[in-house]
């Protein structure tokens, strides 16, 4: 039940968070520089205006989330192609479930 319902809420907040990145898209011309992002705001309004500090928020989040999907593809490549080229690991070893028992003799060892 809580599987289905963690479904549907992220299925939810996917489909909000995409409907405001399309619907509310903008840009502003700042400084001879053209800001584009997306957020809600009232549509009743013809533009709105960002402080500094907004827009420097508005850029580190940009660039944070660019960076960390980078990172994490490169991070997923790099991890196959060492999976590819490490040498299998060979399990020589003996297991019984026999209980261990102090004997003069060394337990049984198979090499191929």
Do not use: Q, W
């Amino acid at each position: 039940m809580l599987k289905r319902f963690l479904k549907i809420s992220l299925l939810g907040l996917f489909l909000f968070y995409y409907a405001g990145s399309v619907f509310f898209i903008h840009s502003h011309l700042i400084d001879g520089v053209t800001i584009v992002h997306s957020h809600p705001f009232p549509l009743s309004k013809s533009s709105h205006t960002h402080t500094s500090d907004e827009l420097i928020t508005i850029g580190v989040i940009t660039h944070t989330a660019f960076l960390l999907t980078l990172s994490l593809f490169l991070l997923s490549k790099i991890n196959y192609i060492l999976s590819v080229l490490k040498p299998p690991i060979l399990n020589r070893g003996y297991k019984t479930n026999l209980p261990y028992i102090r004997g003069l003799r060394a337990p049984p060892l198979l090499v191929f």
